[in-house]
């Protein structure tokens, strides 16, 4: 049981450039959840699924767009890189009822 | 709106001392509250939770009591190890009719760093 994975663990990209951020559970959980931590600022959600086809906005959504086409996977797009989403971003996910919310190891991305 | 506010840090504690975060939030209805924590490298872990009122949750010799008077859930441990050393983070997940919703609030986080 491998919990929340997440890769790549660091990313360096150039403005304008797009890429996926990878989530998966193995944990069957229903909830998926994605947040990025800036420094000081703590964690602001930035997209949620309560399960697979069905995803909804956070807190910051702008500038990425999920999917959710398995209960497994929740990727994390982001289409035109910009300096301001330098952060680490944070999957997590939790099952129905109980509200632990269990995390990844978590991206650290770099926009130059 | 809902929302948390803790203590800013850095905390830098000598082990065996008294380690107290103070957090308090701001909510409608009956939030449920936890405390996460995140070593160095790593991604968050729940530490302890609490539903309702004058609830104690408590993990690993650290304890939070849910006031509702004061609106707050200040995490506490009697005797701190260097291996404590870690980010904790205060959060809230809001109360909406039929229960609590499926989303986290979280405060800033409080770095605590212990001294051998």
């Known amino acids: 049981n491998a919990g929340v994975t997440q890769t790549p663990k660091f990313r360096i990209l150039k403005i304008g450039q797009s890429m996926t951020l990878q989530c998966a559970q193995d944990?069957?959980?229903?909830?998926m959840y994605w947040y990025r931590q800036d420094p000081g600022m703590g964690l602001k959600l930035i997209y949620y699924?309560?399960?697979?086809?069905?995803?909804d906005k956070g807190e910051v959504p702008n500038g990425y767009n999920v999917s959710r086409s398995t209960t497994e996977d929740f990727p994390l797009r982001l289409e035109l890189a910009a300096p301001s989403q330098t952060s680490v971003y944070f999957c997590?996910?939790?099952?129905?009822?109980?509200?632990?919310?269990?995390f990844g190891p978590g991206t650290r991305l770099l926009v130059l | 709106g809902n929302s948390v506010t803790q203590m800013e840090g850095p905390v830098t504690l000598s082990e065996e001392a008294f380690l107290t975060i103070n957090c308090t939030y701001t909510?409608?209805?009956?939030?449920?509250l936890f405390w996460y924590v995140q070593y160095p490298g790593e991604g968050l872990q729940l530490l302890l939770k609490?539903?309702?009122?004058?609830d104690k949750g408590s993990n690993k010799g650290f304890e939070a009591t849910y006031r509702k008077e004061t609106t707050s859930f200040h995490l506490e441990k009697g005797s701190v190890q260097v291996s404590d050393s870690a980010v904790y983070f205060c959060?809230?997940?809001?109360?909406?009719?039929?229960?609590?919703?499926?989303?986290?609030?979280f405060g800033t986080g409080t770095l605590l760093a212990v001294q051998p």
């Open positions: 997590a996910s939790r099952k129905t009822g109980p509200e632990t919310q269990y």
């Open positions: 944990m069957n959980h229903n909830y």
């Open positions: 699924s309560v399960g697979a086809g069905i995803t």
């Open positions: 909510a409608t209805g009956y939030p449920s």
């Open positions: 609490a539903t309702k009122a004058d």
């Open positions: 959060a809230l997940s809001p109360y909406e009719y039929g229960g609590a919703t499926n989303k986290l609030i």
